[in-house]
């Protein structure tokens, strides 16, 4: 269960390089990834075990991906994205990345 909550945040900043390593072993920083990532991952583990899920477990973290990075990121909705870069307001439809 502790890799659980440690090995999203890593794979998910730490090799994409979105997040250098001396900012993601931050500790204020780590916590929030690892609520981030980490608390996700759980949440979708359990209810794969509790419902039974099979492959409709990629739904649901698809939909937890796009409610992260979306809503709580508001990466989809702002054109001046800093980790977009160049290509920030490039592919906007009515407002939406």
């Known amino acids: 269960m502790i890799s659980l909550l ?40 359990e209810a794969m075990v509790r419902w039974n899920l099979q492959w409709s477990v990629i739904f649901l973290a698809v939909a937890y991906g796009i409610v992260e990075e979306g809503l709580m990121v508001k990466s989809y909705f702002n054109p001046g994205w800093v980790d977009m870069g ?7 439809y009515f407002g939406v990345q």
Do not use: H, K, W
Request: hydrophobic share 50%; charged share 5%.
């Open 6 to 45: 440690f090995l999203p945040p890593a794979i998910g900043e730490l090799l994409s390089g979105s997040s250098p390593p001396l900012q993601f072993f931050n500790p204020l920083m780590l916590l929030m990834l690892v609520l981030l990532y980490g608390c996700g991952t759980l949440l979708i583990r």
């Open 86 to 92: 160049i290509l920030s307001g490039y592919d906007m």
